[in-house]
């Protein structure tokens, strides 16, 4: 447990969580929505600083980021906990559990015991302890990931500083919920971000997620704007999210920011509250695929299924492969410090 550095104090009993767009103002002995923030004694404590639920040595085409040192692996790690309470979460087990905790503790009138029952899911990994593992390893990057790594702020950021001066590169993988107050702060830390865009519908947000669309345009355009490395994730959910319409104005809202914004299109299975659904086709995929193709964007990946053509970076000048992927294994081809050998085209991203 540690005292949170994103809060303030609106009223002497209360406090106002600042690490993300909800911006709890949480009552004593309570959390917020993430159920990992807690006030005590009028102060806010971070639950599970310290406390690893999920690490893993990750291909970096995992997260999945494209443009970010690619063929490379990642230290990736994440906690219990979400600020989402998304019904299709295909990390359910450990993201929603506080959410579930939460309810029940205010329920039964047990606050007193969420630190204790936060406690059970958790291994102690220190932010030295990760960095030391990536220098031994020859790891050159540290993911957070698995939950909404933007709850476990402080944990993050004190890992993210300490990986950044052993010359170790950042990345998160978020839902692009980002408060100003802590997006400000990862600008000192972290390198790429790959932000799920899970509709461009505002309903289907409230229904399904229990957050604001608009929130989430507002953070991408804030991420694009800091000069963070930015790529996009759209799980494509059966009769949900699946429209050509509304695929075409996702496409198009990127395409806005930047032709050169990567934007992954990702197979869903059935999980969690959504097992009544199909997978994802196939067909479906390629149709998103080239919906974006038609608004511009220079770099769509499909992923989630065996697609090696529409998995691999082509040069969008003159169309030659400069990094073949075939599932997580990759292959650099025509690419060489960031540039297209046989045309010299730049191609954006962090290479390096």
């Keep these: 447990m540690k005292e949170c550095i994103l809060y303030e104090k609106p009223e002497e009993d209360k406090v106002k969580c600042l690490a993300c767009k909800h911006y709890c103002v949480i009552q004593e002995?309570?959390?917020?929505?993430?159920?990992?923030?807690q006030n005590k004694d009028g102060k806010l404590f971070l639950l599970v600083y310290g406390?690893?639920?999920?690490?893993?040595?990750?291909?970096?085409?995992?997260?999945?980021?494209?443009?970010?040192?690619?063929?490379?692996?990642?230290f990736s790690i994440g906690t219990v906990g979400c600020n989402f309470g998304c019904t299709f979460c295909q990390n359910?087990?450990?993201?929603?559990?506080?959410?579930?905790?939460?309810l029940k503790l205010i329920k039964e009138k047990k606050q007193n015991l969420t630190e204790v029952e936060v406690s059970k899911y958790r291994y102690e990994l220190s932010p030295e302890k990760i960095v030391k593992?990536?220098?031994?390893?020859?790891?050159p990057s540290v993911a957070y990931t698995y939950n909404e790594p933007i709850i476990f702020f402080e944990y993050l950021y004190d890992t993210a500083i300490l990986a950044r001066k052993k010359g170790i590169k950042n990345v998160m993988v978020s839902n692009g919920?980002?408060?100003?107050?802590?997006?400000?702060?990862?600008?000192?830390?972290?390198?790429?971000?790959?932000?799920?865009?899970?509709?461009?519908?505002?309903?289907?947000?409230?229904?399904?997620?229990?957050?604001?669309?608009?929130?989430?345009?507002?953070?991408?355009?804030e991420i694009y704007k800091s000069k963070i490395w930015l790529e996009i994730t759209t799980?494509?959910?059966?009769?949900?999210?699946?429209?050509?319409?509304?695929?075409?104005?996702?496409?198009?809202?990127?395409?806005d920011i930047d032709k050169n914004i990567p934007w992954h299109i990702s197979a869903f299975h059935p999980d969690y509250k959504m097992k009544d659904l199909p997978r994802t086709s196939h067909e479906k995929l390629i149709e998103a695929f080239n919906i974006g193709k038609k608004a511009g964007l220079k770099y769509i990946y499909v992923g989630?299924?065996?697609?090696d053509e529409r998995s691999s970076t082509y040069c969008p000048k003159c169309n030659e492969i400069l990094i073949k992927r075939?599932?997580?294994?990759?292959?650099?081809?025509n690419f060489k410090d960031g540039e297209c050998i046989k045309c010299n085209e730049k191609i954006k991203g962090v290479w390096k």
């Design 29 to 37: 002995g309570n959390t917020g929505i993430c159920g990992v923030r």
């Design 51 to 74: 406390k690893a639920s999920a690490a893993n040595i990750d291909p970096i085409e995992k997260k999945p980021l494209y443009h970010f040192l690619s063929g490379t692996s990642i």
């Design 92 to 102: 359910w087990d450990i993201s929603q559990v506080t959410r579930e905790l939460r």
């Design 133 to 139: 593992s990536c220098l031994e390893n020859n790891i």
């Design 177 to 221: 919920y980002e408060s100003k107050e802590s997006l400000e702060k990862l600008k000192e830390c972290i390198d790429g971000i790959n932000v799920d865009l899970k509709s461009f519908n505002e309903e289907f947000y409230k229904k399904n997620c229990q957050a604001k669309l608009e929130n989430v345009l507002e953070t991408i355009k």
């Design 235 to 255: 799980l494509i959910i059966p009769e949900h999210n699946d429209s050509k319409e509304e695929l075409k104005k996702i496409a198009e809202f990127i395409a």
């Design 304 to 307: 989630n299924i065996i697609d």
């Design 326 to 333: 075939a599932g997580f294994s990759v292959s650099i081809e």
